[in-house]
């Protein structure tokens, strides 16, 4: 059982930090004073009136040391009084922004001792923790139906690979008594599986939620709620750092897509030495949000102190770009979809849904590992390694010449099954590729600083912007090295590569 911590003493020690190292060199200040002193009558030992300098030394030892306990009861009751107003006023965010530019300092677990509801931690780590933070709605209740999302759009062998940890939130005991007597019934068998797990964090290891700031003209509740919503994640957050190696945030009101998590695998894969700290596999809210296990705790102080001054979904946009992830990588489609009418604030209207989602994904491309690049000229950062990307980019090269390609060289040769290439985009449906054939090789052999093919064979030309072909294994007797895109006609309008899509056998 971990040991019991309360919180208000840990926002005082953040706040605390500056006035603390003050007084400290002050009184360092003094011992030294005190050190030369001692020097001094150690050298005035030799004279004469001895007597009268030991008499002088020590009353000037005892008026210092009576200054320093002065000082020291006064620093003592100044910092009493910090600690009572701190009760009563949060300390401002603000001054926490030096403390987190290091956020290796908040790689510790935040100590709750959490109440165990219903199912116990395994102690086989699993590859992806799902979870989700519920309170009790005045109207509409979706916690149970997102659970069985969760279950039945996950195969057999998927569930042995996740986990689920939901955070019954909110204070009301009879609530969570009668929300975990419903899920204990309806998901017994997930329970003791080790699937699914029940919390939650006491009430007394929550800071203060009333007389907040008012940010952004919200009313007061809506500043509690979303303060009280964002230490609920913290605290969730916080418990599930390591059950997994992968952690997704849902809300308690989402449908799932058919094997959404053979999806995020394949996506993890994709990006293989790249550099991320939030995958989005929905567009909307606190939803289909993907993390590193490692990031959990880092992740969870954040929300903790700066609780009290946005809601969740903007904080952890910062939370992204302090951790030098620039821009949002976001799959398409959608994994989550937001199935709630009414909203957990006040039982108002929330008619949101993400118009990307697909609940059957039947077509999951696997697009293995691979170098790309073009002789098209690049406009801006629309590089080609978008185009092959799992997420929501593209490439875009202004306008291309008879002759140009667009190569991709795989790490290890493969066998491919089904190819899919889709060129412009809704906004911009003439940048496509007007003319262009598809070709792969074999016989890869060093050029220049890359690696290239020394034979293709055409597979065929693109139509009306785009390529796809099936059973490709049967058309080709080799092993594929490279794919190539080739423009067999110059054209003024430029070019979009939305997306290129590989299946393999």
Known sequence: MRRTVNLKLYQHFLHRTDYENFFLKERMFKFHQVKHIFEILDKMRCLRKRSTVSFLGILVILLLFMNLYIEDSYVLEGDKQLIRESSTHQPNPERYVHTFKDLSNFSGAINVTYRYLAGMPLQRKRFLTIGLSSVKRKKGNYLLETIKSIFEQSSYEELKE????????????????????????????????????????????????????????????????????????????????????????????????????TAIKKVITSLEGTYWVTLEFSKLGYIGKLYHSHDLPRLAHFLLMFYQEM??????????????????IRFKPSLFQH??????????????????????????????????????????????????????????????????????????????????????????????????????????????????????????EFKNGNFEISDVNQKIPFDVHCMRIHVTKTQKEWLIIRSISIWTS
Not at 311 to 328: E, I, M, T, Y
């Open 339 to 460: 199935m709630g009418y009414y909203s957990s604030y006040k039982g108002t209207e929330n008619k949101l849904k993400d118009d990307d989602f697909e609940e059957e994904l039947f077509d999951i491309p696997d697009n293995p590992p691979a170098s790309l690049y073009t002789n098209m000229s690049v406009f801006e950062n629309y590089d080609a390694s978008k185009a092959y990307s799992s997420v929501d980019e593209y490439f875009w090269g202004k306008s291309p010449s008879t002759g140009d390609v667009f190569v991709i060289i795989f790490e290890n040769p493969i066998i491919i099954k089904k190819i899919k290439v889709n060129t412009g985009t809704e906004d911009r449906q003439n940048d496509i590729l007007h003319h262009g054939a598809l070709d792969v090789g074999g016989n890869i052999i060093p050029f220049k600083q890359n690696r290239q093919c020394s034979t293709y064979i055409r597979l065929g």
């Open 162 to 261: 996740i986990s689920v940890v939901v955070h019954l939130a909110d204070f009301n005991s009879s609530w969570r008594e009668v929300m975990v007597q419903d899920i204990t019934q309806k998901f017994a068998h997930h329970i003791i599986a080790g699937r699914l797990m029940v919390i939650h964090a006491p009430e007394e290891y929550y800071p203060i939620l009333n007389g907040l700031k008012r940010n952004y003209n919200d009313p007061e509740d809506r500043v509690r709620f979303r303060s009280k919503q964002n230490v609920d994640y913290a605290f969730l957050i916080n418990f599930c750092a390591n059950i997994s190696d992968y952690y997704v945030m849902l809300e308690d009101d989402v449908r799932c897509s058919k094997n959404f998590l």
């Open 311 to 328: 809601p969740c979904d903007w904080l952890l946009s910062h939370f992204r770009g302090l951790l030098a992830q620039k821009n949002v």
